[in-house]
């Protein structure tokens, strides 16, 4: 049984790498599930998805430049739907704005205004 890019195949997990999942197919083939090609998520430990032993259905995605099979489970999956992002709201007009500078720079900012009766600025010693 010759894999060709599209296919999907069942195989059984061999190994854990850090970088990847290897799978092991029924004619003795085995090619590398990428740590990115394991789910839609950010996935941080692999192990958190898949273990030794585990039986999974693959995507073949094709063959690197040294003829080893490149795999993927995400694509196998339905990508998650995101919830819609909601609207920016618009700017408020230019006028508000300049306004807005003006006053604080007259009251001295957020609570950086000067004591009442006070010079402000730093202690001389």
């Given at each position: 049984?010759e894999?060709?890019?599209?296919?999907?195949?069942?195989?059984?997990?061999?190994?854990?790498?850090?970088?990847?999942?290897?799978?092991?197919?029924?004619?003795?083939?085995?090619?590398?599930v990428?740590?990115?090609?394991?789910?839609?998520?950010?996935?941080?430990?692999?192990?958190?998805?898949?273990?030794?032993?585990?039986?999974?259905?693959?995507?073949?995605?094709?063959?690197?430049?040294?003829?080893?099979?490149?795999?993927?489970?995400?694509?196998?999956?339905?990508?998650?739907?995101?919830?819609?992002r909601?609207?920016?709201?618009?700017?408020?007009?230019?006028?508000?704005?300049?306004?807005?500078?003006?006053?604080?720079?007259?009251?001295?900012?957020?609570?950086?205004?000067?004591?009442?009766?006070?010079?402000?600025?730093?202690?001389?010693?």
């Open positions: 049984m894999l060709e890019a599209g296919a999907i195949v069942e195989g059984r997990v061999t190994r854990i790498m850090e970088f990847g999942a290897f799978v092991e197919f029924p004619n003795g083939e085995s090619g590398l990428h740590i990115s090609q394991v789910a839609h998520e950010f996935v941080k430990n692999i192990r958190d998805h898949l273990n030794e032993g585990d039986v999974v259905s693959v995507l073949v995605l094709g063959r690197d430049e040294k003829g080893r099979l490149d795999l993927s489970i995400k694509e196998l999956i339905p990508a998650p739907v995101e919830p819609p909601p609207k920016r709201l618009p700017r408020q007009a230019p006028e508000f704005e300049n306004k807005l500078k003006s006053f604080l720079r007259g009251a001295g900012g957020f609570g950086g205004g000067k004591k009442p009766g006070g010079k402000g600025g730093r202690k001389r010693r």
